[in-house]
């Protein structure tokens, strides 16, 4: 399996809404990424976890919460968010540092509306 | 962290080979030069990746000059399927991945 699986592919929700994206893979990668790409703008990183652990936060409003329950799992939780939050959000993992040639596997992303 | 500079967007014809062309002005010395492409609702894909001189893949040529402020990724004999977004990144030690705003390559008939 070579694959990062999104889950759902598109979902709408209202402002007062708590939903949930999932992220999976079974590649044994030690990191994980979540992104999110407005259209026709780069991807721009939110959170990125390392062995389970989260490592980075780009100062990404709380009404965004990750979490990683294993090392196949990511999940971002949605709560409370505005129609600006509208996006694609990208699930990706990788075996090691990009430095060192592991290039990062993007999943197809899941289209989110918030109405 | 070192920005990126590239052509917003580019066309060229079927068959023919596409250089794009990536301005890294201020790359460290313990940065690589990455290149990835993405297509409408997908998520970005990995191409290539080099330090210095010449990498070759089964999909793409990556050349990078002695000075490394620059490099070129080089796409031989294009299809129409290559129409895309191509994003050039510096990496560094850490796991961050910026991209830049990338160029939209359009393959014409």
Redesign the interface.
Known sequence: DTE?TQTPKHLVMGMTNKKSLKCEQHMGHR?M?WYKQKAK?????MF?Y?YEKL??NESVPSRFSPECPNSSLLNLHLHALQPEDSA?Y???S?QG???D?Y???????T?LTVV | LAKTTQPISMDSYEGQEVNITCSHNNIAT???I?W?QQFP??????II?GYKTKVTNEVASLFIPADRKSSTLSLPRVSLSDTAVY?CLV????????????TRLTIIP
């Open positions: 990062v990191a990424y703008k780069p991807p721009e990183l990125v390392s490592s980075i694609l990208l699930c990706a990788s540092l990009a430095r040639g290039g990062y596997t993007f999943g197809s992303g289209r | 313990n940065d690589y990455t990835y609702s997908q998520g970005p894909r990995f990746q994003y990496v560094w030690g850490n796991e961050k991945l910026t991209f830049g705003t990338g």
